[in-house]
Every structure is written in C-alpha cells, then in structure tokens.
C-alpha cells in the first residue's frame, strides 16, 4: 500500500531563518506531488505542485521554494521566513494523471516567531 | 485565477439535526471532489463527482454536482459528534491541480 511521510510534524523557527521540510512517498512509482499550506482556521492554498523529477510548477509567489530531487521526494525550502510563513503545511500525492484523489500526509506545524 | 468559494464558514448545530455546505465555483469543473478534516488531522478523501447534475450517498452523506458544473453541496442527515470537522470541496484546475474552497466547520453539540 501507498503511504506518506512528512517532516518534521512541529517546528518554532526565528524570523530570518531557513526552512526546509520534507516528504517522501511509499509505494507507487511517478505520482504527482503537492505542497499545501493552510493558516490557522483557514482554507488549503495550493503552493508548489509537481508531475515528475525537477518539474515545479508555482502557485502563489513569496519567499518559498520547492525542489523535487528524486520521484517520489517533495522538498519545500526557504532561505528567510517570515512570520506571515506560519502555518500548517501538507504535502499530498495523487496517481500520475489527471482526476485523482488526492492523499495528504499528516502536515507540519510552522510557527515563525 | 479561479476560486472555490464554500458557505458558511462556520456552522453549529444540535446534534440530530441537519447540515448543509455549499461549494461555488467561478469557472466550470470537469469534477469536483470532497474532503473531511477532523481537527488537528489532515484532510481525507471523501467522494469525486464527475457529472453534471450527479448525485452519490454515503450513508447519512449526500453529494450533489450542480447541472452547470460550478456548484456543489454536501448534506449531512441527523449530524452525530463524530461528524465534528471541516469540509472542504476541491475543484479541478488544470490537468493536475487541484483548488480547494475556503472549506466549512462544522460543530455539533450533543
């Protein structure tokens, strides 16, 4: 079966510091892959979505950056958070193709203080 | 850009009775699909609708896809505690991505 990991789950950052959080998906060759974030009590805003190796496709412009070094890795980087950065942020993955479910992993608590 | 709208934002209600959260669309979707978000969780896959005018049960759960495909509803017959969380619809924009709508809290109180 096909599982998610995502981390770390909780992180307190200082303005001005680096992010960089992780996923990585199990069981399943190609999939397309998502960075969501969503603040407190808010809806989900799609940040960075990939179809394969490479390939990133932005969303919304702002200090974040995503890289996908191997198929089935998600990575979301930034060089200088702000505190706006805060947020609960979940990385998905959905079969390769169009029209699929999409599978969240647990998500990672950011705050930026 | 497109935008998925849900209302209401917020919803309390006695345990037993109903609930209702409609998803607004300002483009056409070629499918539309539901997620559920306990707090604290992430959100899961509920159901997809793929046809204008569809409509799927899950138990007490009823989905409906708008004729024109730019709407949606889900209805939640005799809401119980476990039904506690948000809803979310999730438009279909683009080939791979999808857009999710401000999403609907629901409270029950028992």
Redesign the interface.
Known sequence: SQTIHQWPATLVQPVGSPLSLECTVEGTSNP?L?W?RQAA??????LF?S?GIGQI?S?VPQNLSASRPQDRQFILSSKKLLLSDSGFY?CAW?VRG??N???????SWLTVV | GQQVMQIPQYQHVQEGEDFTTYCNSSTTLSNIQWYKQRPGGHPVFLIQLVKSGEVKKQKRLTFQFGEAKKNSSLHITATQTTDVGTYFCAGRAGTYKYIFGTGTRLKVLA
């Open positions: 397309n998502y969501y009590g808010r809806g989900l805003q799609l979505y179809v496709s969303e979940l959905s169009s029209g479910t999409i599978y969240f992993g647990e998500g």
